[in-house]
């Protein structure tokens, strides 16, 4: 990293955590007026909607074998992930949801080895390893938070293996794609069908009567320009100042930045929760080793 670029990277990791560890917040407050459906769709559409003028003029460039790629991207790295955390949020808390997300990279490596080539090690296997057991204790760890139903969990672990399902997929098959316009072709296959259903349910009804709707709306607005398309776009620049592994220090951070949100939002955490978490971010740390890189043959 260049010495005169160390202190924008620190502050777009510092930046990023900040947004991406806050989105689990947003995301329960969205769920006062609007089902976990809608949280999702009005997430989706507003990104699309803030992405769609970088994709103009730019459709016949994409070469229509990627086509395909980049709806599964689109599909697993936001729309259904957009759904199950508002979901997995009407019945467990939002830090424990920031907690078990940082399993991202360690799903990434499950299937990356299992269907995309990649190699690993005794030491990301063990890294492996502590991370599973890290997700079993939060799914039974119990005390999950609002109606305390922990079984809920299972759908942030779902939307995690979809995420890690995307990253492969971009990282095998979409590199050649400019990173801005890979999000924004990406998001517009999630944003139009979720938009299309939200403009079928009671959304606007909800909108018009509830007298929360203003916060909760603005609330997800703020998570799709946020937590979805600016914070992809800063990522982007983030990687290109600096390496995958320092990139992927914001891993370590979301979940500090959710569970402070879920501290002072009066969620409690148990003891259980905090144990996993440790075994988690120790697993992820033995995943992204900087001492030996995982190679795709």
């Known amino acids: 990293m260049k010495t005169q670029n160390r202190g924008l990277v ?38 699309m909607l803030f992405l769609f003028p970088f994709l103009v003029g730019h459709f016949k460039k994409v070469e229509k074998s990627r086509w395909k790629y980049l709806i599964l991207a689109g599909m697993c790295g936001n729309g259904i992930p957009a759904v199950l955390f508002p979901l997995a949020e009407t019945q467990i808390s939002s830090a424990l949801a920031g907690m078990i997300n940082s399993t991202v990279p360690i799903f990434t490596l499950i299937l990356g080895v299992l269907f995309f080539k990649m190699k ?37 672990v779902f939307a995690c293996i979809c995420y890690a399902v995307s990253v492969n997929t971009i990282r095998n098959y979409l590199l050649g794609i400019d990173p801005i316009r890979n999000t924004g072709f990406s998001l517009l296959f999630a944003g139009i069908p979720l938009g299309i259903y939200l403009f079928s349910t009671d959304f606007l009804a909800r909108t018009m009567s509830s007298p929360d709707a203003i916060f909760s709306l603005g609330c997800v607005i703020i998570l799709g320009l946020f937590g979805t398309a600016i914070s992809t776009i800063l990522f982007n620049r983030l990687i290109r100042l600096t390496d995958s592994l320092t990139a992927s220090s914001v891993t370590y951070l979301i979940p500090v930045v959710a569970l402070l949100w879920g501290l002072l939002d009066g969620e409690k955490p148990l003891l259980i929760h905090y144990v996993g978490f440790i075994l988690i971010i120790g697993g992820v740390y033995l995943v992204t080793w900087p001492k030996k890189v995982v190679n795709r043959e």
């Open 10 to 47: 620190i502050f777009l990791i510092l930046l990023l955590a900040t947004v991406w560890g806050s989105s689990f917040i947003l995301m329960k407050k969205g769920l006062i007026v609007y089902t976990p459906y809608q949280v999702g769709a009005i997430r989706m559409f507003v990104a």
């Open 120 to 156: 690993s090690d005794k030491t990301k296997l063990i890294g492996i390893f502590l991370g599973l057991i890290g997700a079993i204790l939060f799914v039974g760890g119990g005390g999950a938070g609002q109606t305390g139903n922990a079984n809920y969990a299972y759908f942030i």
